[in-house]
Structure formats: C-alpha cells, structure tokens
C-alpha cells in the first residue's frame, strides 16, 4: 500500500494536475506514459525485456484507468486503493510463470480504459458546454 500510495500521489495526484488544463487526453496519456516507463526499471534488476515490455504496457493500461477514475470525479483514494488491491493481487500470484492472466487482466483494462474514457469525454464536453453558456 505504501508504493501505491507514493505513486498515486506522485502520477495522480501532482502530475495528472498539473497536465489537466492541457486537457484531459494529453494530461491522461502522459501521466500513464510516464508511469509506465517508471516501469521499465526492472531492466536494470535483471528482469528479462519480453516481462518488462508487458509489464511497461500492463502499467500504461491501469495507469489510463487510474487516471480515468480521478478525472471522472473519483477520490485519489479510490485510485490508491485499487493500485494497492492490484499490487497485492499480483505479489500473491508471482508464483505462477503464466502470463496468461496478464495477459486477460490487460485486456480488461482496455475494456475498462474504453469505458472510462468515453465517460470521460462526455463529462468533459458537458464542462465545456456549460462554460461557454456562462461566457455568453
């Protein structure tokens, strides 16, 4: 819970902030891309590069939704609380050299992703909207 909370903080909580009046798509695209290449670390602690380039992609996709989830309107907590319950989860299966799961856990974080976003975009059009009937 500690390293989810760290992240959070640090990739949610101050830099998806700070990119935001760029936008939603910049601000959750690279907040997920920098996260994801934190990722990519594990090179250097003898992580073979095929489990290193799932996990950078597996880290992008729970970074888009983690993102996703704090622009919709949800506590930073619930992010740290998902990130942790997903640390945890894969900590009690590292002993199963299938990537298998990975592997369907990344395809539901699309799915997720996808919804997220188009919830997303709405709310934001709604913002948008609403702004410019204040300005006129």
Same mark, same amino acid.
């Given at each position: ?8 903080? !640090?990739?949610?909580? +101050?830099? =998806? ?6 936008? %939603?798509?910049? @601000?959750? *695209?690279?907040?997920? #891309? ?27 996709? !729970?970074?888009?939704? +983690?993102? =996703? ?6 506590? %930073?907590?619930? @992010?740290? *609380?998902?990130?942790? #319950? ?51």
């Amino acid at each position: 819970m500690i390293v989810a909370f760290i992240e959070e903080i !640090i990739f949610r909580g +101050l830099m =998806l902030n700070i990119l935001l009046p760029k936008g %939603i798509r910049p @601000a959750v *695209l690279t907040s997920s #891309l920098l996260f994801a290449i934190t990722h990519s670390l594990q090179l250097l602690d003898g992580q073979s590069l095929e489990t290193t380039i799932l996990q950078i992609t597996y880290a992008f996709f !729970i970074g888009m939704v +983690l993102s =996703l989830l704090v622009v919709n309107q949800q506590s %930073i907590i619930i @992010a740290i *609380l998902f990130h942790g #319950l997903n640390n945890s989860l894969i900590m009690m299966g590292k002993d199963n050299d299938s990537s298998i799961y990975t592997y369907i856990i990344i395809l539901l974080m699309i799915i997720y992703t996808v919804f997220l976003w188009i919830r997303a975009l709405k709310t934001d059009g709604v913002i948008a909207m609403k702004n410019r009937e204040i300005a006129i």
